[in-house]
Structure formats: structure tokens, C-alpha cells
Nanobody, 112 residues
Framework: QVQLVESGGGLVQPGGSLRLSCAASGLTLAHYAIGWIRQAPGKEREEVSCLTSSDSDRYYADSVKGRFTISRDNAKNTVYLQMSSLKPEDTAVYYC?????WGQGTQVTVSS
């Protein structure tokens, strides 16, 4: 059974940083493309970033380009989303996803 478990969310002030983690079990992340999607109340779901299985390509939404970095640690079967220069509009529940699987999400709140 595939499980994706996100962690690392929390409350941070504008301009701060957080690193989200997504630990996988039941599959080898190195074999899959993986992405981060966020959902804010009253807003459409937004694909934030994704990483191809070969790590050859990374995608970032324009809204996070230059501030967020996606990476993968195959030895730990974990993917990360490093978020810097956070803004209030980054407030959302962040989910990691692979084809056919979603995590439970982790809340990120950016507020002073």
C-alpha cells in the first residue's frame, strides 16, 4: 500500500522559510515523478512544483519561481520542498503527489 506522509508545515512570518518533507512507503520514489500541490480556502488547487523521475526536469509555478526548490533524497525515499521568502498568499494545505497517490497534507500559514 502506497503512503505519502507530509510534514514540516507550520506558522511562519512573511519572509520566513520552511522545508516540507514527504516520506513515501510502498513505492520507490526514485522511479516516479513527484509533485507538490497546494489548496487554499476559496481558491483553486495549484500545482506548485514537480520533479521528473530522472530529476532531469523541474517545474515551478510562476507564483513560487525563485523562492521554492524541490528536491529528492532517494536513500531516504523522501522528497522536499524548500520554501523561502514566504508570503501570506502561500498559506495553504500542501500535498505531495505521485501518479495515483496523495498525502494527507500539511498546513502552511504565513502570517505576522
Amino acid at each position: 500500500q502506497v503512503q505519502l506522509v507530509e510534514s514540516g508545515g507550520g506558522l511562519v512570518q512573511p519572509g520566513g522559510s520552511l522545508r516540507l518533507s514527504c516520506a513515501a512507503s510502498g513505492l520507490t520514489l526514485a522511479h516516479y515523478a513527484i509533485g507538490w500541490i497546494r489548496q487554499a480556502p476559496g481558491k483553486e488547487r495549484e500545482e506548485v512544483s514537480c520533479l521528473t523521475s530522472s530529476d532531469s526536469d523541474r517545474y515551478y509555478a510562476d507564483s513560487v519561481k525563485g523562492r521554492f526548490t524541490i528536491s529528492r533524497d532517494n536513500a531516504k525515499n523522501t522528497v522536499y520542498l524548500q520554501m523561502s521568502s514566504l508570503k501570506p498568499e502561500d498559506t495553504a494545505v500542501y500535498y505531495c503527489t505521485t501518479p495515483g497517490s496523495w498525502g494527507q497534507g500539511t498546513q502552511v500559514t504565513v502570517s505576522s
